[in-house]
């Protein structure tokens, strides 16, 4: 079949160092091309990657070129935004976590992923992660074999350190500005400051509220959240209780995550 060619909208942080930089090395891959407004930042980053095709806009990256997926790495608040454009491409998408900011706007994008007959994958990337496809073997043994009973329970415990972890030191930066963008709406029930602080929640927790949902294998619903952010209980569909702690402590070296 011949490799793979991608494009990229947007060389920012994420899409930068966290994506570009490990779509580059795949041989099965190419990265064709790049769609970044920052006009200097393309070029350096293209330049740094070996991407000769940049560009400001997308609709002139579709008109000349042929790719078989898009990567845009962008802020879940205008994913929206974004998607009712490139989708007219008709190419499977990656956007990062979660798909929408409101369950209205992820109803929208769901309409027009219909409409383009193809799909999006939402990069929770704990669905691939081996120690977690390792545990979901172990909870679904366990629930088929019932050597011990029924699962009642499932935790996972959340404290953030170094995320980073020196990822971002070759990050190709510019002085220069970014124009003034259009994002998704406000949700109709939050006011700014609340979706300020719902926007900070889920660019923290949101892998670990989706790796719940990917444990248990059904839906469930939250039943108790306290005031200090630290404690969230939730119970499944059929009945499992689940506890997620978010940043019970902190720790100085590491990124660490227990399930």
């Known amino acids: 079949m011949g490799k793979v060619k991608i494009v990229f909208l947007g060389t920012g942080n994420m899409g930068q160092c966290a994506h570009l930089k490990n779509y580059s ?3 099965e891959c190419e ?3 790049i769609c970044e407004i920052r006009e200097k930042l393309g070029k350096l980053v293209g330049e740094r990657y070996g991407i000769k095709k940049i560009y400001k806009d997308f609709n002139e990256l579709i008109k000349n070129e042929k790719f078989n997926g898009i990567v845009a790495s962008q802020p879940f608040t205008k994913h929206y935004v974004i998607l009712k454009e490139i989708l007219k491409s008709g190419v499977p998408v990656f956007i ?4 929408a900011s409101s369950v209205k706007i992820g109803e929208k994008i769901i309409e027009e992923i219909k409409k383009a ?5 939402v990069g929770y990337h704990k669905r691939s992660d081996p120690a977690s496809e390792y545990t979901k073997n172990k909870i679904e043994e366990f629930k ?6 029924k699962l009642k329970y499932i935790r996972i415990t959340m404290p953030p350190g170094d995320w980073i972890a020196g990822g971002f030191n070759d990050l190709i930066t510019t002085d220069e500005k970014l124009p003034a963008l259009e994002y998704d709406p406000v949700p109709d029930d939050m006011n700014e400051r609340e979706f300020k602080e719902y926007v900070g929640f889920i660019n923290y927790y949101i892998h670990q509220i989706n790796l719940m949902r990917f444990f248990l294998g059904e839906d469930y619903k939250v ?3 306290d005031k200090s952010r630290v404690l969230m ?3 499944s569909l059929s009945g499992i209780t689940g506890i997620i702690e978010m940043s019970p402590y902190t720790t100085s ?5 227990k399930d």
């Open 31 to 33: 990265v064709v091309a």
């Open 25 to 27: 090395i795949i041989p």
């Open 96 to 99: 990062e976590k979660p798909l």
């Open 233 to 235: 209980v939730i119970e």
């Open 223 to 225: 039943k108790y959240a």
């Open 144 to 149: 088929k074999k019932g050597e011990i009973g």
């Open 253 to 257: 070296i590491e990124w660490e995550e």
């Open 117 to 121: 007959n193809t799909w999006v994958m």
